[in-house]
């Protein structure tokens, strides 16, 4: 699953996730800033305007393609996210779903 590309960049130091500031970035503030931007700001700005499904949609396009080298997951993982954000009315459980993915990544990574 995961491409040779990533394993080479994470043990020559090119990715974050090398020092513990690194971690904390991509686990805690990452996951907070972008569920605060892409599901509380667009999505339920677009959902001022447009059928759910369509907010949902373009704000699952948008969180993918400021993802482009993992668009695909992060496509899929956009639409979980604002349909969890949608149905419970609150950031707080796609917060903590993506921080404990890119938890998951920083310490997949880590094994390598």
């Given at each position: 699953?995961?491409?040779?590309t990533l394993?080479f960049y994470?043990?020559?130091?090119?990715?974050?996730?090398?020092?513990?500031?690194?971690?904390?970035?991509?686990?805690?503030l990452?996951?907070?800033w972008?569920?605060?931007?892409?599901?509380?700001?667009?999505?339920?700005?677009?959902?001022?305007?447009?059928?759910?499904?369509?907010?949902?949609?373009?704000?699952?396009?948008?969180?993918?393609?400021?993802?482009?080298?993992?668009?695909?997951?992060?496509?899929?993982?956009?639409?979980?996210?604002?349909?969890?954000?949608?149905?419970?009315?609150?950031?707080?459980?796609?917060?903590?779903?993506?921080?404990?993915?890119n938890?998951?990544?920083?310490?997949?990574?880590?094994?390598?």
């Amino acid at each position: 699953m995961l491409d040779d590309t990533l394993i080479f960049y994470y043990k020559h130091g090119l990715l974050k996730g090398e020092s513990i500031g690194g971690i904390v970035n991509s686990v805690f503030l990452a996951p907070i800033w972008e569920e605060v931007f892409f599901r509380g700001v667009l999505l339920f700005f677009l959902l001022k305007f447009t059928k759910p499904v369509w907010a949902i949609s373009i704000s699952s396009v948008m969180f993918a393609v400021f993802h482009p080298m993992y668009w695909i997951i992060t496509l899929v993982s956009g639409v979980l996210l604002s349909i969890t954000t949608y149905k419970t009315k609150s950031l707080i459980p796609s917060v903590i779903s993506h921080s404990l993915w890119n938890l998951y990544m920083a310490k997949l990574f880590l094994y390598f």
